[in-house]
């Protein structure tokens, strides 16, 4: 098989695996009851007051997310937003895992791993971006239904370990991914395409932001 | 029309088995306005024993649509039926969200009710998955092109922004597949598919740009790549037109106009590039509005329904002389990309 055609072999479209409706509405509860309840913890540390009322407070919108229906807020958030991705949902997990310790820290930050993974994140987000808006002359977003897609993001996953050949690297931003492949194998969450369980419009923003900020302190 | 309603707009016409009562059901959507909060999906069905309409009964509800689905959708629009190789109804409908059309999703919808059940009923499958920014802003609006296999090209379009139509490939039981980008245009949008061949097809276009006139892509290799080509010579007013091969003939419902949908013609064509008028469908005059064609094959008929001054709709039936069918011979693709016949007969001369 010459390289044309394997690649048109590896980028053709196959038939998507999608996750069924009724899988999806418990999924979009669950990672918006995450993300929300991560929200609400950073917003919680950012303010100089602790009080277990500001606590409650910070937890209602997770609840929230747990009504069905149009009383609930994922009903509306999924309007406009959908489902976030598995990454983000991992990151949200990991954040109300460890709430009691101030993090990011600045040092994991630094990390040349965290670097790369948001430097990654950058670089498909626009790529995608601009893809949805037909600037390339093929789609790119139909390859995340295929297998060249997923197996690439699994590798790209597991990079920091297999490159720096040490086992024990914990930043969460690393093992996410990690973690979102593999319920992303398991489940296809949120939509089949291996693009969308990496990464979405808001997680997106919020690495370019990262970049953003280490870039000024560096320059400061 | 259901009682009450003040609008209805966008119509499709799916022509229903031989077996069924039907002959053909038509979709459209209706409410006190386009756009408007009450808008829901109407449907009627051709009785063939009786030669007449059913009642119009609503089948789709946004409300329940964001009950199955989990999440809100504001509004509904375009309905497109086809189908499936079990004899399954399929269902793409507009769904939007925060933004009105720019933010639509396609929401994809089965059949439960029975087969030859006068009461239409469908359940969600789901919303495609075809963008990655929050998954806006895809529509459908034109008839799919049947292939062999029983599978189907679903033309749809993203038009946020950039105008672009898409070909969405499902298989004989209605599984996504998957997408390809039909034009590298960015202004031209609601491609109507018709096959001159198995494997040479044509999507005619609405135009948003500045010629005025109904652009084309075309594929050689089974909708795997699409090439743009010159412009028909066909008058466009940025409007919806309808397009349908019967055996070795085409037909195109379109308004013949730059700048007002106020006439709706049919034409027809033996390669779908040279076209002829046939028959006026609607010649009204200044302000209104015939728009958004519709056209189904069944029964040894044509069936033309459109928006008749956004207020109804209406519907044609041609009676059509049959000839052998002859198609060119099949190239070495994979079947699955041959198209259909929309019918076991071609036809030629339109005779009301």
Redesign the interface.
């Known amino acids: 098989m010459n390289f044309p055609d394997l690649w048109q072999t590896l980028t053709q479209p196959y038939a998507p695996l999608l996750p069924s409706a009724q899988s999806l509405v418990w999924a979009r509860h669950a990672i918006w009851s995450l993300v929300l309840a991560a929200l609400g913890l950073a917003w919680l540390r950012r303010s100089a007051r602790s009080s277990k009322l500001l606590l409650g407070v910070a937890w209602l919108p997770a609840l929230w997310a747990w009504i069905p229906g149009p009383w609930g807020i994922a009903y509306w958030l999924g309007l406009a937003f959908q489902i976030p991705s598995l990454v983000s949902a991992f990151l949200a997990l990991y954040v109300l895992v460890h709430r009691k310790r101030n993090s990011p820290p600045q040092e994991a930050l630094r990390s040349k791993w965290v670097f790369f993974w948001l430097w990654s994140a950058l670089v498909l987000g626009a790529v995608l971006g601009l893809d949805t808006f037909a600037v390339f002359a093929f789609p790119v977003y139909p390859w995340g239904f295929g297998p060249l897609a997923f197996a690439l993001a699994w590798a790209l996953a597991l990079l920091p370990w297999v490159v720096s050949g040490n086992l024990t690297l914990r930043q969460p931003i690393l093992w996410s991914p990690c973690a979102a492949m593999a319920l992303f194998t398991l489940t296809g969450w949120p939509t089949g395409n291996v693009w969308d369980a990496l990464l979405d419009p808001w997680l997106w923003m919020l690495a370019v932001g990262c970049l953003l900020r280490q870039t000024w302190r560096r320059l400061a | 029309m259901p009682s009450g309603v003040l609008a209805a707009h966008a119509s499709d016409l799916v022509a229903m088995p031989a077996a069924d009562p039907a002959a053909l059901t038509a979709f459209w959507f209706a409410g006190d306005r386009e756009s408007a909060p009450n808008v829901q999906i109407a449907a009627s069905q051709f009785d063939r024993s009786s030669q007449a309409w059913a009642s119009p009964q609503f089948v789709v509800n946004r409300?329940a649509v964001?009950?199955?689905?989990?999440?809100?959708?504001?509004r509904l629009g375009n309905p497109v039926a086809w189908i499936d190789a079990t004899g399954r109804m399929h269902l793409f409908v507009v769904g939007t969200?925060?933004g009105g059309w720019a933010?639509s999703r396609i929401v994809h919808l089965q059949q439960i009710s029975a087969s030859g059940d006068p009461i239409l009923r469908f359940e969600?499958?789901?919303?495609l998955?075809?963008?990655?920014?929050?998954?806006v802003s895809y529509l459908v609006r034109t008839a799919p092109l049947p292939l062999v296999d029983g599978g189907m090209v679903l033309p749809a379009y993203?038009e946020?922004?950039?105008k672009?139509p898409?070909a969405l490939?499902f298989?004989a039981r209605g599984?996504?597949?998957?997408?390809?980008?039909i034009s590298?245009r960015?202004f031209v949008l609601q491609p109507a598919l018709v096959a001159t061949s198995p494997t040479h097809w044509s999507a005619l276009l609405r135009d948003q740009g500045d010629s005025g006139k109904i652009r084309v892509s075309r594929t050689l290799d089974g909708g795997a790549t699409w090439h743009d080509g010159p412009d028909l010579p066909l008058d466009n007013p940025d409007a919806g037109i309808a397009a349908l091969g019967v055996g070795t003939q085409h037909l195109l419902a379109y308004n013949p106009s730059t700048s007002t949908r106020q006439n709706l013609t049919l034409a027809s064509s033996d390669d779908a590039v040279a076209w002829t008028s046939v028959q006026d469908l609607e010649r009204g005059g200044s302000g209104d509005e015939y728009s958004y064609p519709a056209l189904a094959w069944a029964d040894q008929s044509l069936w033309v329904s459109y928006t008749d001054r956004r207020k109804r709709i209406a519907w044609r039936r041609f009676d059509w002389v049959a000839e052998p069918l002859t198609f060119a011979t099949p190239t070495a693709l994979a079947r699955s990309t041959e198209p259909a016949n929309r019918s076991n007969s071609s036809s030629v001369k339109a005779a009301q």
Do not use: C, I, K
């Open positions: 409300h964001g009950d199955a689905l989990g999440a809100g959708v504001r969200g925060w933010a969600p499958r789901g919303l998955p075809l963008s990655w920014l929050w998954n993203f946020l922004g950039a672009t898409v490939r298989d599984a996504y597949l998957g997408m390809v980008r590298r960015t």
